[in-house]
């Protein structure tokens, strides 16, 4: 038995092949071979068993191939192909003889979930050649209301992300507000150019006018269609609206040409969905915040004993064996933008962390717990502090922030000293206008040059000692300080401390043997290097203090 439908309604655009995939066939179809054929428009569409198929199809003809199928079908591809119909479906697993076919001969081909009603998607198939928007508008509501469930399941952005590109057949990505991948789903298609995409996507810079500033996205609700820099291809994409704010957007990317009105309406209604499932999380987010808030307090105020602490460790999902460090964030200027814009900093980059951690905003700061690495020790915790430095960078690159860093402790009840040696080396790092992370373990000099800083005493000895370097720097304009410094951070390496400095080491021996000259300073005497050393830091402490 078999049946013919109609094809395309008069003045309309020809129905494609992924139009009719996307609208009228279920969503577990898989597409097996053929991708790059899905934009090939559909005249006709048939139903015929796998015997008479090939007498009864005919070119543009998408084939729905009842069963049972011979063992012999992949030999027919070749000459289906050359007849040039649009596509071909079968239901259930077909044999990888027949996908390998399909793929030399590059002709589409489907297949339907073995539980398909043929009956019931010919009825969709004719409701979509004689009405292509109600039709269109059926798919995005069940769209919509399956990415609804996705969500009440808990599946997460991730499974809305894969639902939504086998619907679209386009590569669906989904960013956060800023502009980081938190989910998404890759054409086959588009597999060799992700690398490329994902960039072009992440880009600040390829974002339109209109969607940078979050609130005035927010009044534009629809689909913007912006040409990307690789191959042919286009997006669509929508902010995603909680609360009168883009808290994030949705992509469709694919060739420019395959981008159809069932496209924008589908982004548009998945955005939506998406702002259901991203309010949620924030809900839940910030229930968890107080929870943590709770925990955080309650270890830095010393109302926990041993027991309880762990207790409360793992209520919030944080392991309280091995050895941890406090970490501590704040703004390195009085004039600085909210605690909540710092807060929400540290913690977006708390999932790239490899270590564990537990975040918590405060009223002035920002408290990090790090469980360490066993083979890296406090290696982790400066990790975690430079990499909040860098988005701190390109976040507020005119606004700094300080960090310190305080010592490992054998059990979680002594994060409370790990904290107070933190905010001793944060207080440190602010003084010293440091813009990188500060360690307290590292930090036993300066704590005992700040009980001498306003003794003329210490001002004195740093005259004495490099005083005639500090002098011809500044009527010269050279950097012998900074040099000398250079040098001994790096040892006394000739080779690290220029390529640190970014000159030849021949300049280096030049600048070294200058300051030899202008100081009189034996550099080849221990107490000498001793002294210069602690001059150096003495130095920067004032400087850092005049400032």
């Not at 596509?87 to 002709?107: C, D, F, K, Q, R």
């Not at 040696?421 to 990188?436: G, H, I, T």
Request: glycine residues 6%; charged residues 25%.
């Amino acid at each position: 038995m078999g049946f013919l439908f109609a094809g395309t309604m008069p003045d309309t655009k020809p129905l494609t092949l992924q139009e009719l995939v996307s609208l009228a066939l279920p969503i577990e179809t898989r597409v097996l071979a053929g991708h790059k054929s899905l934009d090939h428009p559909v005249t006709w569409v048939v139903s015929a068993s796998a015997q008479d198929g090939a007498h009864r199809i005919d070119s543009g003809d998408f084939a729905f191939l009842l069963p049972p199928y011979p063992t012999d079908l992949s030999t027919h591809i070749p000459h289906l192909a050359q007849i040039g119909i649009a596509g071909l479906a079968i239901v259930g697993e077909p044999s990888p003889a027949l996908v390998t076919a399909a793929a030399h001969a590059n002709l589409p081909l489907f297949s339907l979930p073995a539980a398909t009603n043929l009956r019931h998607i010919e009825r969709m198939t004719l409701g979509l050649l004689l009405d292509h928007g109600a039709a269109m508008e059926r798919r995005v509501a069940q769209l919509y209301e399956q990415l609804t469930v996705l969500s009440a399941e808990n599946a997460g952005l991730e499974a809305m992300a894969q639902l939504i590109g086998k619907t679209t057949g386009k590569t669906v990505l989904i960013q956060d507000k800023r502009l980081n991948i938190i989910a998404s789903c890759i054409m086959p298609e588009d597999s060799e150019h992700r690398a490329a995409i994902e960039s072009w996507v992440t880009s600040p810079d390829n974002l339109s006018e209109g969607l940078r500033d979050r609130k005035r996205a927010a009044q534009n609700i629809g689909a913007t269609e912006q040409s990307l820099s690789i191959e042919s291809l286009a997006r669509l994409i929508v902010p995603i609206i909680v609360k009168g704010m883009a808290r994030g957007f949705i992509s469709l990317v694919g060739a420019r040409e395959s981008m159809r009105m069932f496209d924008r309406s589908a982004a548009e209604r998945s955005a939506a969905a998406c702002a259901l499932e991203m309010a949620k999380v924030k809900a839940v987010s910030e229930a968890e915040k107080r929870v943590r808030g709770n925990f955080v307090d309650a270890m830095l105020t010393g109302n926990l004993s041993p027991t309880e602490a762990i207790h409360w460790a793992k209520r919030n999902r944080y392991n309280p064996e091995g050895r941890h460090a406090a970490l501590l964030v704040d703004w390195a200027k009085k004039e600085h933008p909210s605690y909540r814009r710092l807060e929400t900093l540290v913690h977006g980059q708390a999932s790239s962390f490899h270590t564990q951690v537990l975040t918590q905003g405060r009223e002035n700061e920002v408290v990090i717990f790090a469980r360490l690495e066993p083979r890296q020790g406090v290696e982790s915790a400066r990790q975690i502090a430079e990499s909040i430095r860098r988005q701190a960078t390109n976040e507020f690159a005119s606004d700094p922030i300080a960090i310190g860093i305080g010592r490992p402790v054998d059990a979680l009840i002594g994060l409370r000293d790990s904290y107070r040696e933190a905010r001793q080396a944060l207080s440190m790092a602010r003084r010293l206008a440091e813009p990188n992370p500060l360690y307290f373990g590292e930090l036993n000099v300066y704590r005992l040059l700040f009980q001498l800083e306003y003794s003329p005493e210490l001002a004195s000895f740093c005259q004495e000692t490099i005083g005639t370097l500090i002098e011809y720097d500044r009527a010269q304009g050279t950097d012998l300080v900074e040099t000398l410094s250079s040098y001994f951070a790096h040892k006394g390496n000739l080779s690290a401390t220029a390529e640190a400095l970014f000159v030849h080491r021949n300049t280096l021996l030049y600048r070294m043997e200058r300051i030899r000259e202008i100081s009189g300073l034996d550099l080849d005497n221990p107490e000498t290097r001793l002294s210069i050393q602690l001059a150096l830091r003495a130095n920067r402490l004032l400087t850092a203090r005049e400032e």
